[in-house]
Structure formats: C-alpha cells, structure tokens
C-alpha cells in the first residue's frame, strides 16, 4: 500500500468528518432555534443557517491539504503523519465550531442581538483549521 496516498485520503476524509458533525451539532441548534420563534409568534432568522453551515469549510481545507500532499515528494510516512494530525485539528476544529454556532444560534434567536459577538468566535474556532491547512503546506514546501 503507497502511505502517501492513504495520507492524503485521510486528509481529506477526517476533515469532512469534523465538518459532518460540527454541521450536525449547530444545525440542530438552529432547528430547534427556529421552532422556538415559530411557537412564540417571533420571526424566525433566517441568518442561524449561517452557524449551521460554517463548519463545512473544513472539508474544502482538507481538500487542499489533500491536492498539495498528492504532489508532494515527502517522504510517505511524513505525508501520513501530517495527514493524519492537519485533518485531526481541522476535525476538531469543525467540531467546536459547530458547539460555538450551535450556542449562537440559541442566543441570536432567543435575544436578537449579538450576531458579530457570536459569528466572531465561530470564526476564531475556524482559525485553527486555517493555521493547520497553512503550516501544513509550508511543512510541505
């Protein structure tokens, strides 16, 4: 088996894995958020899709780390370890922005307000996949 290809499937697929369940957790959050304003007579925003769909960008981050890995000329099992460790972080990065949307959609529906507050730590959990996709590439070189 090529470790170099198996480290850039794995890239991919543990990132969109952390995306799965981060969409998981802050879509059911605005679900629920949304059948809150419906039962109260309240507007429902429109706007809490935006949490729900945020942590989708780190499947397109393990994308990218996968198409530069595919060809790269490292050593396979430093492609494997990096693989490995870059799509954890973006996993678990995905993974707490999903909890952090799911919190924001909770207070923007319930209060109305505070929608830069909450999409600004939505956007400092994404940081970290953008650290580990951009280290990533430059380890590559």
Do not use: H
């Not at 994308?63 to 954890?88: C, K, N, V, W, Y």
């Amino acid at each position: 088996m090529n470790l170099g290809m198996l480290a850039t499937a794995l890239a991919m697929g543990i990132a969109a894995i952390g995306s799965a369940i981060g969409i998981g957790i802050a879509g059911q959050a605005a679900i629920g958020a949304w059948k809150k304003c419906y039962l109260s007579n309240k507007a429902a925003p429109f706007i809490l899709s935006v949490f729900a769909g945020a942590p989708l960008t780190q499947t397109i981050y393990g994308f990218l780390l996968m198409q530069q890995m595919r060809s790269s000329t490292a050593d396979p099992g430093f492609l494997l370890g990096l693989g490995i460790a870059s799509s954890l972080a973006m996993a678990f990065s995905a993974v707490f922005q999903g909890k952090a949307g799911a919190a924001g959609a909770d207070a923007l529906a319930e209060s109305g307000k505070g929608f830069s507050q909450y999409i600004t730590v939505v956007g400092l959990c994404e940081t970290v996949a953008l650290f580990a996709l951009v280290f990533s590439m430059v380890a590559l070189g």
